[in-house]
């Protein structure tokens, strides 16, 4: 079985702060790990996957996460919040085993002027 | 072009009706997917189809009926809608089943039941 868990509802950022979004994950097996995001009224869209190979995964608008197999996480970074950050973030896990996906329930990152 | 489409955006409705949520997607991919988010934006797979075979139905009420007439379509029938039912629904693809690929998301059908 898999799970996911993000911790933190809401992350509250100034602009041009840093944006830290966190994700730790359960799996029996190596898993695969997304992050998704989720403006107001629209579907989802992929930031950032890791599959194999390197631990540090870029992704879109200078997002980027690291997978940490000794401590189950795969948290999301950015460097500097831009206002067209505020959205809903999404972490996902999947194994090669797994037909679906298992989606945490999301944090909503709000960015303060 | 428009990868994965899903009509109508939003869809009121009284008790007790029937509806449809048309989903298209342009990607030639192989599986597709039916999710339901709630107000708390909690995601929950509903059904997913690969090559228009029924993978997995998850504990949905049977009045909730999908239909793939072929792979590039994922539709969704809701019979004797309750109050319940109301949230967004989210049609999405995926190359293959499960693994590492990612999922496309349609850009949802907000349904009201009043």
Known sequence: ?113 | DTAVSQTPKYLVTQMGNDKSIKCEQNLGHDTMYWYKQDSKKFLKIMFSYNNKELIINETVPNRFSPKSPDKAHLNLHINSLELGDSAVYFCASSRQLGGNTEAFFGQGTRLTVV
């Not at chain 1, 998704?36 to 890791?50: A, D, F, S, W």
């Open chain 1, 1 to 113: 079985a898999q799970s996911v868990t993000q911790l933190g509802s809401h992350v509250s950022v100034s602009e041009g702060a840093l944006v830290l979004l966190r994700c730790n994950y359960s799996s029996s097996v190596p898993p695969y790990l997304f992050w998704y995001v989720q403006y107001p009224n629209q579907g989802l869209q992929l930031l950032l996957k890791y599959t194999t190979g390197a631990t540090l995964v870029k992704g879109i608008n200078g997002f980027e996460a690291e997978f940490k197999k000794s401590e189950t996480s795969f948290h999301l970074t950015k460097p500097s919040a831009h206002m067209s950050d505020a959205a809903e973030y999404f972490c996902a896990v999947s194994t090669g085993g797994s037909y679906i996906p298992t989606f945490g329930r999301g944090t909503s990152l709000i960015v303060h002027p």
